[in-house]
Every structure is written in structure tokens, then in C-alpha cells.
């Protein structure tokens, strides 16, 4: 379940037009990490979508935390619970509301009980953070870890978490890939590069240092620095957050995600 501060999760579109120069999947495949990665830090790592799969919410009223590792370890038993794995907490005298582990959930992809997939109609997410059953039934409260994540006796939840990109995002990163696959084939492209003057048949042509332009917080393509300009005008590094230092996960609660 890893963290859209630490780098994206996964690429923010999943093709560009760029035509038939010879490319391979993998290649496309690159450039569209490689550009996402780019325009995610330029634009201060706020956005980005995360998937969480078969997490498995167990009650743990003795667990405790590795602070080193990060995970979760019972007192009681002394071994390592399974990873993906989150202390199960439901609304006091509310059990069919329950706190999924991240916040800005956008949606909930799966629940399955003793290995039946649950009615998606049965289910929403409300405030973007609990899973709500409309029936009002609770959710299940053991969850035996010792057995299968389909097999009876266990239950477990996949959603997807984080900022959606906007589309002005999602063009940036197309067109950042569609340059960075030309510059990998070998073909001219709007990339700027190290060359700052170029005299051609008596014409001379200045062009940007390309560090200069990443000082600035922009790269020289307009696609993308139209988007960092509005995304991320103050420059940051990343979304400003608030650290909470008895946050087992060691992770800030950001603002915005």
C-alpha cells in the first residue's frame, strides 16, 4: 500500500499519441512512469491514485507497532501479522461503519466474506474514509488470520485511495512521454537540452539550460509547465501535511490526499 508522497503508484494515463515510430509496449510503458514521475514532483506530489488490495481489518486490542519496520506485531503471539493487514476500527455503537486504513478513498473495488464476493449495492464509501453497509448489518468481527484470505473465517477489502489527477495533469504527462520516447528512439523532440547556443547558416539560436529551468520548478515543455504553473504556483515540494508523532506509520496526515 504505498504512499503517493513517496512516488506514484502508478502512471497518470495509460497511452499518448505519438504514431507508429517503432516503439515498443515496454517503451510507452517507461516513458508514461518516467513522465508521470516528473510532472508528480514538479506539481508538489499531491496527486496520485493508489490501489489497496485484499486488506484484511482484524480486531488487535494488544497490538503494537515496530517503529523500525513499520509493521504490525501482537504482544500476546509474538509474530509478524500479514501484510496487507490494519487494526479494524467501526464507529462506537455504529459496527456497519468501517475506517478504512487511508483517507480520500475513491472507491471500493472489492469486499469478500468467507471468500463470497459482497453486493458492491450493499456498500458505499462515505466522507471518502468509512465503508458503510446499507443494510446496517456489522462487518465481520473476527478475522482469522492463520487461514486463506478466500477461505472461511477470513474477509478482506480492495479500494483504490488517493487524488485524481485533473485532466490538465493527465495531457501534461502525455506529452512529456510522447518526448521522452522520441529523445529515447533518438529522434528530434521539444525536450530542452544542454546546448545553449546553436549558429546555423549565420542564424543563431539560444536555448534554455535545461538546470536553469528546473530551478525555476518548470521543464521547458508548455504542456507541462502550463500545469505546474497552476498545480503548484508556490513551487512545493510536496502537499503540505500535519506530522503527528504518535502516528504508528510514521507518515504525516496530508492535506489534500
Same mark, same amino acid.
Given at each position: 500500500?504505498?504512499?503517493?508522497?513517496?512516488?506514484?503508484?502508478?502512471?497518470?494515463?495509460?497511452?499518448?499519441?505519438?504514431?507508429?515510430?517503432?516503439?515498443?509496449?515496454?517503451?510507452?510503458?517507461?516513458?508514461?512512469? *518516467?513522465? =508521470?514521475?516528473?510532472?508528480? *514532483?514538479?506539481? $508538489?506530489?499531491?496527486? +496520485?491514485?493508489? =490501489?489497496? @488490495?485484499?486488506?484484511? !481489518?482484524?480486531? /488487535?486490542? @494488544?497490538?503494537?507497532?515496530?517503529?523500525? &519496520? $513499520?509493521? &504490525?506485531?501482537?504482544?500476546?503471539?509474538?509474530?509478524?501479522?500479514?501484510? !496487507?493487514?490494519?487494526?479494524?476500527?467501526?464507529?462506537?455503537?455504529?459496527?456497519?461503519?468501517?475506517?478504512?486504513?487511508?483517507? &480520500?478513498?475513491?472507491?471500493?473495488?472489492?469486499? =469478500?466474506?468467507?471468500? *463470497?464476493?459482497?453486493? !458492491?449495492? &450493499?456498500?458505499?464509501?462515505?466522507?471518502?474514509?468509512?465503508?458503510?453497509?446499507?443494510?446496517?448489518?456489522?462487518?465481520?468481527?473476527?478475522?482469522?488470520?492463520?487461514?486463506?484470505?478466500?477461505?472461511?473465517?477470513?474477509?478482506?477489502?480492495?479500494?483504490?485511495?488517493?487524488?485524481?489527477?485533473?485532466? @490538465? $495533469?493527465? %495531457? *501534461?504527462?502525455?506529452?512529456?512521454?510522447?518526448?521522452?520516447?522520441?529523445?529515447?528512439? +533518438?529522434?528530434?523532440?521539444?525536450?530542452?537540452?544542454?546546448?545553449?547556443?546553436?549558429?546555423?547558416?549565420?542564424?543563431?539560436?539560444?536555448?534554455?539550460?535545461?538546470?536553469?529551468?528546473?530551478? #525555476?520548478?518548470?521543464?521547458?515543455?508548455?504542456?507541462?509547465?502550463?500545469?505546474?504553473?497552476?498545480?503548484?504556483?508556490?513551487?512545493? #515540494?510536496?502537499?503540505? +501535511?500535519?506530522?503527528? /508523532?504518535?502516528? !504508528?506509520? %510514521?507518515? @504525516?496526515?496530508?492535506?489534500?490526499?
Amino acid at each position: 500500500m504505498t504512499a503517493p508522497a513517496r512516488r506514484p503508484c502508478e502512471p497518470w494515463a495509460d497511452d499518448f499519441n505519438v504514431g507508429n515510430l517503432g516503439q515498443s509496449e515496454t517503451q510507452v510503458d517507461q516513458a508514461l512512469m *518516467a513522465a =508521470t514521475e516528473i510532472v508528480w *514532483a514538479l506539481s $508538489g506530489r499531491r496527486y +496520485g491514485v493508489c =490501489t489497496a @488490495s485484499n486488506v484484511r !481489518p482484524a480486531r /488487535a486490542p @494488544s497490538l503494537s507497532y515496530d517503529l523500525t &519496520s $513499520g509493521r &504490525s506485531w501482537s504482544r500476546s503471539g509474538g509474530w509478524p501479522l500479514p501484510d !496487507p493487514f490494519w487494526p479494524m476500527t467501526c464507529a462506537p455503537g455504529r459496527p456497519w461503519r468501517l475506517k478504512l486504513w487511508h483517507r &480520500s478513498v475513491i472507491e471500493v473495488t472489492n469486499v =469478500t466474506i468467507d471468500g *463470497a464476493v459482497v453486493d !458492491p449495492e &450493499s456498500y458505499w464509501v462515505e466522507n471518502w474514509r468509512w465503508l458503510v453497509r446499507a443494510d446496517r448489518q456489522p462487518w465481520p468481527n473476527t478475522q482469522n488470520l492463520d487461514v486463506a484470505e478466500n477461505a472461511p473465517g477470513a474477509w478482506h477489502v480492495s479500494y483504490r485511495w488517493g487524488r485524481t489527477p485533473p485532466q @490538465s $495533469g493527465i %495531457r *501534461a504527462v502525455q506529452k512529456l512521454a510522447a518526448e521522452l520516447l522520441k529523445d529515447d528512439l +533518438g529522434l528530434d523532440c521539444d525536450l530542452p537540452q544542454r546546448v545553449t547556443q546553436v549558429t546555423r547558416q549565420g542564424l543563431q539560436f539560444v536555448l534554455n539550460d535545461p538546470t536553469a529551468l528546473l530551478d #525555476k520548478g518548470v521543464l521547458g515543455v508548455n504542456a507541462v509547465d502550463q500545469f505546474i504553473a497552476v498545480a503548484n504556483p508556490n513551487r512545493l #515540494k510536496r502537499a503540505p +501535511g500535519i506530522w503527528r /508523532a504518535d502516528d !504508528p506509520r %510514521r507518515a @504525516s496526515n496530508r492535506i489534500g490526499t
